[in-house]
């Protein structure tokens, strides 16, 4: 198993950038393909990013594509968001996943973080 805390979440307003971070420890870090979820209120939880191990592929949705960047280093992978939107607001979920190889993969992830809470106002 490997342990995720996630941080870096805050109060915004639209437009600003946030960068999440995810501190992995335990197995060994490159085992894992990493990503973002996010949940908001009232909604189904949602993938906003993917990086593979080597860190030389990444996938995201539509809905975030050309703002948000991930990337991963040691230990840690990060969420650089840009332009941010009041529709960003959510809880923001670090996951890691030992089996997958499908950066598009919504299932199938074994290790979570706690959460970090991100509003954006307009």
């Known amino acids: 198993q490997v342990q995720l805390v996630d941080s870096g979440g805050g109060l915004v307003q639209a437009g600003d950038s946030l960068r999440l971070s995810c501190a992995a420890s335990g197995r060994t870090f490159s085992d894992y393909l990493m990503g973002w979820f996010r949940q908001a209120p009232g909604k189904e939880r949602e993938l906003v990013a993917t990086?593979?191990?080597?860190?030389?592929s990444t996938y995201y949705p539509d809905s975030v594509k050309g703002r948000f960047t991930i990337s991963r280093a040691r230990n840690t992978v990060t969420l650089q968001m840009n332009s941010l939107k009041p529709e960003d607001t959510a809880v923001y979920y670090c996951?890691?996943?030992?089996?997958?190889?499908?950066?598009?993969?919504?299932?199938?992830?074994?290790?979570w973080g706690q959460g970090t809470q991100v509003t954006v106002s307009s």
């Open positions: 996951a890691a996943s030992s089996t997958l190889e499908v950066l598009t993969a919504t299932e199938g992830y074994d290790n």
């Open positions: 990086i593979s191990r080597t860190g030389r």
